[in-house]
């Protein structure tokens, strides 16, 4: 089945570390985005990727690095940087077209302890 | 500065009825498209619905439908025949134009069908 996955669902980490979250899509598409989402808030964007090699920083960047050597990946670190990093994050898809849907992941939730 | 507004935190309704989510948006330009998502206690985001601006008609999924009503800016969500499974956050969501695949979030409304 065609999706995207996100690992792992839950993390927790020390002050001070970095983490990396997982992102993989096999649906073929161009675009894969993270999102970062607060309790009561909506989501908001950190980065995003139209094209393999190239990526944009979205409304949130600062503290938050990616890389997309490949389609199919997206990996977001969370650096020490980040301030407050402990939120639920979310990796989405899509195909081109100004506006075609996004699919989503099924989140990681990051704890920093 | 494009923004969403979801003024309902929180939404009860009996099974079987229908439910009205509002979402009004601002936005200077001419195009946009218009988004509702639905977030399970799972987290997972599912895709409802989309409404482009220049749609003539107001779109239809199923027991969705989209309210759009353009010189009001606003693009209300309507869930008929309410069911259990519906019990879930919902988010209204408005893409940028020009390519940009960006999406602005509004802060989401609370849905709660009880029997």
């Known amino acids: 089945d065609g999706g995207i996955t996100q690992s792992p669902k839950y993390l927790f980490r020390k002050e001070g570390q970095n983490v990396t979250l997982s992102c993989e899509q096999n649906?073929?598409?161009?675009?894969m985005y993270w999102y970062r989402q607060d309790p009561g808030q909506g989501l908001r964007l950190i980065y995003y990727?139209?094209?393999?090699?190239?990526?944009q920083k979205g409304d949130i960047a600062e503290g938050y690095s990616v890389s997309r050597e490949k389609k199919e990946s997206f990996p977001l670190t969370v650096t020490s940087a980040q301030k407050n990093p402990t939120a639920f994050y979310l990796c989405?898809?899509?195909?081109?077209?100004?506006?075609?849907?996004?699919?989503f992941g099924p989140g990681t939730r990051l704890t920093v302890l | 500065a494009q923004k969403i507004t979801q003024t309902q935190p929180g939404m009860f309704v009996q099974e079987k009825e229908a439910v009205t989510l509002d979402c009004t948006y601002d936005?200077?330009?001419?195009?946009?498209?218009l988004f509702w998502y639905k977030q399970p206690s799972s987290g997972e985001m599912i895709f409802l619905i989309y409404?482009?601006?220049?749609?003539?008609q107001n779109a239809t999924e199923g027991r969705y439908s989209l309210n759009f009503q353009k010189a009001r800016k606003s693009a209300n969500l309507v869930i008929s025949a309410s069911q259990l499974g519906d019990s879930a956050m919902y988010f209204c969501?408005?893409?940028?134009?020009?390519?940009?695949?960006?999406?602005?979030f509004g802060t989401g409304t609370r849905l709660q069908v009880f029997p």
């Open positions: 989405a898809s899509k195909t081109g077209g100004a506006y075609n849907e996004q699919f």
């Open positions: 649906l073929n598409h161009d675009a």
């Open positions: 990727s139209q094209i393999v090699n190239d990526f």
């Open positions: 936005t200077s330009d001419p195009s946009y498209g």
């Open positions: 409404q482009g601006s220049y749609d003539q």
């Open positions: 969501a408005m893409g940028l134009p020009y390519n940009t695949d960006k999406l602005i």
